[in-house]
């Protein structure tokens, strides 16, 4: 077996688990909650049931009790909208924070001598 089947191996369990995972407390709090919005107060169908999602109010995917305390049910704009505050109140997400390492190499700043011919060999 390749490294690489291993690793696919790896993440495609791991994505099914997620998937799992989800089905089971979306499920739940479908049964639990009226099928609107909790932010905007827009009301679902089973049409249009799919742009619903389950939030979770700590951000702990993991944390799912059974009587749904953790769980808001948000459309997919108020979900993203609410995970970019979040973002934003961190430190990151608007633009102009930084974390992590910042490149220093330029790997074309002598491109022009190259191609020019000026750089030698």
């Known amino acids: 077996m390749k490294p690489t089947d291993k690793l696919d191996r790896i993440v495609l369990d791991a994505r099914r688990a997620a998937e799992r995972r989800e089905q089971s407390y979306r499920e739940q709090a479908l049964k639990l909650y009226p099928w609107i919005c909790g932010r905007c107060a827009r009301?679902?169908?089973?049409a249009n049931l799919r742009e619903l999602t389950v939030?979770?109010?700590?951000?702990?995917?993991?944390?799912?009790?059974p009587?749904?305390?953790?769980?808001?049910?948000?459309?997919?704009?108020?979900?993203?909208?609410?995970?970019?505050?979040?973002?934003e109140a961190t430190g990151g997400g608007d633009g102009t924070t930084v974390s992590g390492n910042v490149a220093?190499?330029?790997?074309?700043?002598?491109?022009?001598d190259l191609l020019d011919g000026k750089g030698g060999k």
Not at 55 to 61: F, I, K
């Open 43 to 46: 009301e679902f169908t089973r």
């Open 104 to 112: 220093t190499h330029s790997p074309f700043a002598n491109l022009k």
């Open 55 to 65: 939030h979770h109010r700590d951000h702990n995917h993991d944390n799912n009790p």
């Open 67 to 87: 009587d749904g305390s953790n769980w808001e049910l948000l459309c997919l704009y108020c979900h993203d909208n609410e995970h970019q505050r979040r973002l």
